[in-house]
């Protein structure tokens, strides 16, 4: 129900691709973001409604150079955020981003569970053969 007023607010509203730009970055650089998985969500539904702002941008590159900035971070990095980090995980799969996948497939070995389901969620939606093939090199160059 929640998901569903916010993409009717979206829809009515008529944003075009800057406006919603920059509720994306209102939204996950806002005070309410939290790094810590506990305190992430402050309402229900916050990383649907970041895909539902994505969906809407068409071609546009902002999404996936996001993205693919975020992934790479470290928890040993100052600007680390685990909340982006999630956030960035479900786009990849929203997005598509082939280029994710090995970033996707070392989370599934996190220890929070909400970024495992995440990850196989967006490698579900990713798709194809980088998919398949990606825990085989994942593995063989761990071993």
Same mark, same amino acid.
């Given at each position: 129900?929640?998901?569903?007023?916010?993409?009717?607010?979206?829809?009515?509203?008529?944003?075009?691709?800057? !406006?919603?730009?920059?509720?994306?970055?209102?939204?996950?650089?806002?005070?309410?973001?939290?790094?810590?998985? !506990?305190?992430?969500?402050?309402?229900?539904?916050?990383?649907?409604?970041?895909?539902?702002?994505?969906?809407?941008?068409?071609?546009?590159?902002?999404?996936?150079?996001?993205?693919?900035?975020?992934?790479?971070?470290?928890?040993?990095?100052?600007?680390?955020?685990?909340?982006?980090?999630?956030?960035?995980?479900?786009?990849?799969?929203?997005?598509?981003?082939?280029?994710?996948?090995?970033?996707?497939?070392?989370?599934?070995?996190?220890?929070?569970?909400?970024?495992?389901?995440?990850?196989?969620?967006?490698?579900?939606?990713?798709?194809?053969?980088?998919?398949?093939?990606?825990? !085989?090199?994942?593995?063989?160059?761990?071993?």
């Amino acid at each position: 129900m929640l998901q569903n007023n916010f993409e009717a607010r979206i829809s009515v509203q008529r944003l075009d691709v800057d !406006d919603r730009w920059a509720m994306f970055v209102h939204l996950v650089y806002g005070d309410e973001l939290s790094n810590e998985f !506990d305190d992430f969500y402050p309402w229900p539904g916050f990383v649907e409604r970041v895909e539902c702002l994505f969906r809407g941008m068409g071609d546009d590159e902002r999404p996936v150079r996001w993205v693919m900035e975020i992934l790479p971070r470290t928890i040993n990095e100052n600007n680390y955020n685990r909340g982006r980090e999630l956030i960035a995980v479900s786009l990849s799969g929203v997005l598509r981003l082939t280029e994710a996948t090995p970033y996707l497939i070392a989370l599934l070995h996190d220890d929070n569970r909400e970024m495992v389901e995440q990850a196989v969620r967006s490698l579900s939606r990713i798709g194809g053969d980088a998919v398949i093939e990606a825990p !085989d090199r994942w593995f063989a160059d761990a071993g």
